[in-house]
């Protein structure tokens, strides 16, 4: 694993990269780390694995912790991935991570080109205040975004959670 630093705020956030060829962002859980994302990452398969520490996880620095936040989070990485000039990448996570690719998606769609949700975090319960999925973009909330799609499938066999795919209009 090679390891490089991202300066976001006057912050050094850690970065880590696996792996040779397109460039694949692919995020950690809640207290993980890069290590995470690297052990499930296949090699050899054309594909490089970058993940950006979040503000204090791993060997990123916390800085003022009051900002610690999926939105925060999401943020730091669409930096980083500007910063790539790579253009849309694939983009994707481990729970926590999961929900930082997915509001990624939302807010900047046009620095991912496709997304691998592995674990997403919180869908059957809810989340802490500050890590929130994306609360402005559901459609019941945000009049430009929209379900697609009608069929509704249940994530858990006997809950009552279930999903449907919601898109910017």
Same mark, same amino acid.
């Given at each position: 694993?090679? !390891?490089?630093?991202?300066? %976001?705020?006057?912050?050094?956030?850690?970065?880590?990269? #696996?792996?040779?060829?397109?460039?694949?962002?692919? @995020?950690?859980?809640?207290?993980?780390? =890069?290590? @995470?994302? =690297?052990?499930?990452?296949? &090699?050899?398969?054309? /594909?490089? +694995?970058?993940?950006?520490? +979040?503000?204090?996880?791993?060997?990123?620095? *916390?800085?003022?912790?009051?900002?610690?936040?999926?939105? @925060?989070?999401?943020?730091?990485? *669409? =930096?980083?991935?500007?910063?790539? $000039?790579?253009?849309?990448?694939?983009?994707?996570?481990?729970?926590?991570?999961?929900?930082?690719?997915?509001?990624?998606? &939302? #807010? %900047?769609?046009?620095?991912?080109?496709?997304?691998?949700?592995?674990?997403?975090? /919180?869908?059957? !319960?809810?989340?802490?205040?500050?890590?929130?999925?994306?609360?402005?973009? /559901?459609?019941? #909330? $945000?009049? @430009?975004?929209?379900?697609?799609? *009608?069929?509704?499938?249940?994530?858990?066999?006997? *809950? $009552?959670?279930?999903?449907? #795919?919601? /898109?910017?209009?």
């Amino acid at each position: 694993m090679l !390891r490089c630093t991202f300066l %976001r705020d006057d912050l050094r956030l850690s970065v880590a990269k #696996t792996g040779e060829g397109k460039t694949f962002v692919f @995020q950690h859980g809640l207290c993980g780390t =890069a290590a @995470q994302p =690297a052990e499930v990452f296949p &090699l050899d398969i054309g /594909w490089r +694995c970058v993940t950006l520490e +979040c503000r204090g996880h791993g060997l990123s620095e *916390s800085g003022d912790r009051d900002k610690f936040s999926l939105a @925060q989070f999401a943020d730091d990485t *669409s =930096a980083y991935i500007d910063s790539l $000039n790579v253009g849309p990448a694939l983009v994707g996570g481990i729970s926590m991570g999961a929900a930082i690719a997915m509001r990624i998606a &939302l #807010t %900047r769609p046009e620095l991912v080109s496709g997304l691998v949700i592995v674990r997403p975090a /919180w869908i059957d !319960r809810s989340a802490p205040d500050n890590l929130s999925p994306n609360p402005d973009f /559901w459609p019941h #909330t $945000n009049p @430009q975004m929209h379900c697609c799609g *009608s069929k509704r499938r249940r994530l858990r066999p006997g *809950s $009552n959670v279930t999903h449907r #795919t919601i /898109w910017p209009r």
